[in-house]
């Protein structure tokens, strides 16, 4: 069984940054790609940020510029940078892993609790 534990949420003014981690475990698995959704109070899950196991990157139009993702394949974790973060960034964060799970050599979607970020002065 394949588990996504996300840290590092908090409280932030605006201007001000966090760094988002998530960590996958397990055994017999390997990451095909690794991302960030966000979900803010009555509106739907959006994808904000994700990388594939070859590093190529993707940022939505509203966070580019100011939200940088990255990755350690060795520690199957998934970083997501935010800075010059805004009261409208307030959401819960939750991180989804594309998984390759070796014992049935297929692939599932897993998903972290969430982590919450709060930007406001």
């Known amino acids: 069984q394949v588990q996504l534990v996300e840290s590092g949420g908090g409280s932030v003014e605006p201007g001000g940054s966090l760094k988002l981690s998530c960590s996958a475990s397990g055994s017999g698995f390997s990451v095909n790609r690794m991302g960030w959704y966000r979900q803010a109070p009555g509106r739907e899950r959006e994808l904000i940020a994700q990388?594939?196991?070859?590093?190529?990157?993707m940022l939505a139009d509203s966070v580019k510029g100011r939200f940088t993702i990255s990755r350690d394949s060795a520690e199957n974790t998934v970083y997501l940078t935010m800075n010059s973060l805004k009261p409208e960034d307030t959401a819960v964060y939750f991180c989804y892993g594309d998984i390759f799970i070796r014992t049935r050599l297929s692939s599932e979607i897993f998903w972290g609790k969430g982590t919450p970020v709060t930007v406001s002065s």
């Open positions: 990388i594939s196991s070859a590093a190529t990157t």
